[in-house]
């Protein structure tokens, strides 16, 4: 079954420090993953986007990276602030037919002063 | 421009009644999205419309639910009749094929 398991589920951190979240897929034939924010209230906003063939891709203070053969990719936030506090997901998308997006639960990030 | 647009943004309803949300997708996109988020199952893919046709409707709860495209700038989610379980965030997306999905702001349904 095509899964996308995220950790932690939630995250607490100080303003200025780095962070970290994990997401590992199941999801075959693979066709790339991405990061979504979605901050309370919102819809999702595609962060990075990356293929079989990207190990990294950086927007700004966020960095993706993607190990295809274990099937693992994190993404890192550096030198946090407040408005970093919202939901980070993790979505793969599969080869073949329109591409159909799975989506992982999410890793709720808080940022505190 | 100004993004996918979704009505209500809120809607609270007692069960049984009818339930219709409505999106506008962005100008040019030929395929829409329709998703539910909820805490317990998070994104789940309800329907997906390609040049106003339905591809893919495997998500689609039950005969309770039903969604339409009679053009490329609307698009309907109804239910019919609503029950409490149905209580949930619900997106709309589109996108043009290849490229990147884009999220509406939701509507939040509340079933009592």
Redesign the interface.
């Known amino acids: 079954k095509n899964q996308v398991e995220q950790s932690p589920q939630s995250l607490i951190i100080l303003e200025g420090k780095n962070c970290t979240l994990q997401c590992n897929y199941t999801v075959s034939p693979f066709s790339n993953l991405r990061w979504y924010k979605q901050d309370t209230g919102r819809g999702p906003v595609s962060l990075t986007i990356m293929t079989f063939s990207e190990n990294t891709k950086s927007n700004g203070r966020y960095t993706a990276t993607l190990d295809a053969d274990t099937k693992q990719s994190s993404l890192h936030i550096t030198a946090s602030q407040l408005s970093d506090s919202a939901s980070y997901i993790c979505v793969v998308s599969g080869a073949g037919g329109y591409n159909k997006l799975i989506f992982g639960a999410g890793t709720r990030l808080a940022v505190h002063p | 421009d100004a993004g996918?647009i979704q009505s209500p943004r809120h809607e609270v309803t007692e069960m049984g009644q009818e339930v219709t949300l409505r999106c506008k997708p962005i100008s040019g996109h030929n395929?829409l999205f329709w998703y539910r988020q909820t805490m317990m199952r998070?994104?789940?893919?309800l329907i997906?419309f390609?040049n106003n046709v339905p591809?893919?409707d495997s998500g689609m709860p039950e005969d309770r639910f039903s969604a339409k495209m009679p053009n490329a700038s609307f698009s309907t989610l109804k239910i019919q009749p609503s029950e409490p379980r149905d209580s949930a965030v619900y997106?709309c997306?589109s996108r043009l094929t290849g490229y990147?999905?884009y999220?509406?702001?939701?509507t939040r349904l509340t079933v009592t």
């Open positions: 996918v395929s998070g994104l789940e893919l997906y390609n591809i893919d997106f997306a990147e999905q999220f509406g702001p939701g």
